[in-house]
Every structure is written in structure tokens, then in C-alpha cells.
């Protein structure tokens, strides 16, 4: 009968035969998430045999995590910034590089439970987790969240039930800004749009190019098809900034394009690894209200 210890090893050496980072410490996460216990408690429990229903439950993680399958999707779930989000197939997992782009627009933001409220547009919203840590971080923040992807819309649902943000986030299926009212105020635009040039997308890991969803990383020929498609509608209703995740090498051309729409003071900023991540701009008067979108939609009911 196999111990805990003996899976752990085969585990290991079959996830560092199919390419896995850190096999060894992959392999802990996999056999205690399979078995429901505490790294330490794995580590105490290394000489526990294990039965047949304790192998029928670690065998198909370690399947699905050798077939290089995101381990936030595995899981289940995954932390980022100072919260943890529901994960799901289908959406983007969340990276600790995009916290960058929370933190940067957290500093625009009062933290007084008693400031007026802020209105914060989250575009492309994936799980959630950018603006529902600006939410759930500044309690004066109003959130829409908009994406055209039904598993993110209803994912991100589930996570703003579950951080208790139901009353301050309105979940809007469309593109874009498209769907929010355009006689509801925006003051801040954020966005990890999909910025990978399409041609490099096959040259990704894995986790990314096999099983994250292609619609959240193509980025169209150069990587800006987004950009250049949102900026205008972000400068035309933002009232305070728009801020926006980029690619370690598009900080130049994001930044033209902030610059061409009309936004002052606009800075890019770097993540922890220290590579250019976010770049954000400062619209300075309030725009005059816009016209209703062009495309067809059905009216979006704001919850707040």
C-alpha cells in the first residue's frame, strides 16, 4: 500500500517530466488539495498508507494538473490582492502582476466611508477580481463590471455575492462601455484587456495558450486592437482617469494613444518584477454627456 510519501515522490517526478515549475512543491499542492489537508499536515502524515479512496481522489488532480491545467481552475479559486476569487474555465486567472493596476487605482480613491461616491467602470471583467478589490477596498466605490463572456458575467456575480459587494457592483454584459447607460457617471475606467499580439499566442505556455480563454489574451495583430477601441470611449465618459494593464513591451504605444485621445499627466507605472504594467491618464473636465451607443443591447438594470 502506498504512502503519502511515495505518491508525492511519483507525483513529482512525473510532473517534472512534463515540463511543470516547481514539481516539487506542485505535487504537495495537488496530493493536499486531493486528500483536504494543510501542507504541514502532509508533511507530518508522510508515512500514512493510503486506500483505495484516498488514490481515487489524488489521481485525477494529478491528471488534470499534468495535462498542464491552470491549478486556479483545479482549486478552484484563487488569491489575488487581499481577497480570493472564485475561478472557473473559461476566465482569465488572476495574476499578480494585474494587481498593479488595482493598486494604482486605489490611490485615486478616498478611503473614507463617508466621501462621495466614486464611480468605477471595470471593463472586460473576467473573475471580477480588479474591480471588486477596488470595491471592496473603498467603500465609497460604485462598480460596473462589464464583459461579453456569459462564464465571466456569472462569475463574477458569484464572487461579488460572495465579498458581500452586491449592492455597489452592477454586472453588464456587453462591450466595452457599451453596456452602461450613458446617462450614468463614470469617473474611473479600468481594463486588463487582452493584449497579446495574435501570432504570439502559440508560443505561450501551456496553462495559458491550451486552456485559458482565447477571447481574454488576442490582442489582434499588434496587441492594441482593444486599446484603440477603448480609450476613445473611456476619455468620452470618464470623468477622473482611466487606467489600463499592458504588456511589458507596449508601454510606448499605449502610451500615444493615451496621449492622441486627450488625457493629461499620463505615467506608466511598473509591477513588483519591475517591468512596465500599467499605464494610466487624468481626463481634466467632465466630459459632456455622450450619445447612446451605436450597437444593440438590452437596457442594463443598475443595481446602485
Not at 12 to 35: H, K
Not at 165 to 174: I, M, N, Q
Not at 178 to 199: K, L
Request: net charge negative.
Amino acid at each position: 500500500m502506498p504512502t503519502i510519501s511515495d505518491i508525492l515522490h511519483k507525483t513529482e517526478t512525473w510532473f517534472r517530466e512534463r515540463g511543470i515549475d516547481s514539481p516539487r512543491r506542485q505535487a504537495q499542492a495537488a496530493v493536499a488539495f486531493a486528500l483536504g489537508l494543510e501542507p504541514l499536515q502532509l508533511v507530518l502524515q508522510h508515512d500514512k498508507p493510503l486506500g483505495d479512496d484516498e488514490l481515487n481522489r489524488i489521481r485525477p488532480v494529478i491528471k488534470r494538473r499534468a495535462s498542464r491545467e491552470p491549478w486556479a481552475y483545479i482549486e478552484g479559486s484563487a488569491g489575488f490582492h487581499d481577497y480570493e476569487f472564485a475561478v472557473r474555465a473559461g476566465v482569465l486567472c488572476p495574476r499578480p502582476d494585474t494587481e498593479s493596476l488595482v493598486n494604482a487605482a486605489l490611490e485615486l480613491i478616498s478611503n473614507d466611508p463617508a466621501a462621495e461616491p466614486i464611480y468605477v467602470a471595470d471593463v472586460g471583467s473576467g473573475t471580477g477580481c480588479v474591480g471588486l478589490s477596488i470595491a471592496a477596498s473603498r467603500p465609497c466605490v460604485r462598480l460596473y463590471a462589464t464583459d461579453i463572456s456569459d462564464i465571466a458575467l456569472a462569475v463574477t456575480r458569484e464572487n461579488a455575492t460572495a465579498l458581500g459587494l452586491d449592492k455597489r457592483v452592477a454586472v453588464l454584459e456587453g462591450p466595452l462601455l457599451a453596456p452602461i447607460p450613458p446617462h450614468r457617471p463614470i469617473d474611473i475606467v479600468v481594463s486588463n484587456p487582452p493584449y497579446i499580439p495574435s501570432a504570439d499566442i502559440d508560443g505561450l505556455m501551456p496553462e495559458v495558450r491550451d486552456h485559458e480563454p482565447r477571447l481574454a489574451l488576442d490582442g489582434g495583430p499588434d496587441g492594441l486592437d482593444v486599446y484603440r477601441a477603448l480609450i476613445p470611449q473611456a476619455v468620452s465618459r470618464a470623468r477622473k482617469a482611466v487606467l489600463v494593464e499592458i504588456g511589458h513591451d507596449q508601454a510606448e504605444s499605449v502610451g500615444k494613444l493615451f496621449h492622441a485621445a486627450g488625457l493629461h499627466g499620463v505615467r506608466v507605472l511598473k509591477d513588483l518584477g519591475g517591468h512596465d504594467r500599467v499605464v494610466m491618464g487624468h481626463v481634466d473636465e467632465v466630459p459632456a454627456p455622450t450619445e447612446p451607443p451605436v450597437e444593440e443591447h438590452v437596457p442594463a438594470r443598475v443595481v446602485f
